[in-house]
């Protein structure tokens, strides 16, 4: 059984960083995509990056910049360090997993929610100005 388990959600001020972490169990290799997706208040979810397990990395264009994201196949892990965070910046962050990464991802493309079936609880960004 598939398990995504996030942590590092906190409330922080405008400016600030934050590094979220994803562990993922009940795969039996590391031949799976991991991503982040994030949904703000009253906003739709939208997908933040993704990395598949040669280390291929997409981020939404819009977040260029001030999101990274890191992968650790031997801990089974996806970091997403967030700079320069703003109060747009609030929400639940998810984190999401597939058997492979969409199309889109060799392009350097964010896919969408529907090409991701496991998902994780989700961590809690508050960021005030």
């Known amino acids: 059984q598939v398990q995504l388990v996030e942590s590092g959600g906190d409330s922080v001020e405008a400016g600030r960083s934050l590094t979220l972490s994803c562990t993922a169990s009940g795969f039996t290799d590391t031949n799976y995509c991991l991503a982040w997706f994030r949904r703000g208040p009253e906003k739709e979810r939208e997908g933040v990056a993704a990395?598949?397990?040669?280390?291929?990395?997409s981020v939404a264009e819009s977040l260029k910049g001030r999101f990274t994201v890191s992968r650790d196949n031997a801990k089974n892990s996806l970091d997403l360090q967030i700079n320069s965070l703003n109060p747009s910046d609030t929400g639940i962050y998810y984190c999401?997993?597939?058997?492979?990464?969409?199309?889109?991802?060799?392009?350097?493309?964010?896919?969408?929610?529907?090409?991701?079936?496991?998902w994780g609880q989700g961590t809690q960004v508050t960021v005030s100005s």
């Open positions: 999401a997993a597939a058997p492979f990464c969409p199309v889109v991802h060799a392009l350097g493309m964010m896919g969408t929610a529907e090409d991701f079936a496991y």
């Open positions: 990395v598949d397990n040669d280390g291929s990395t």
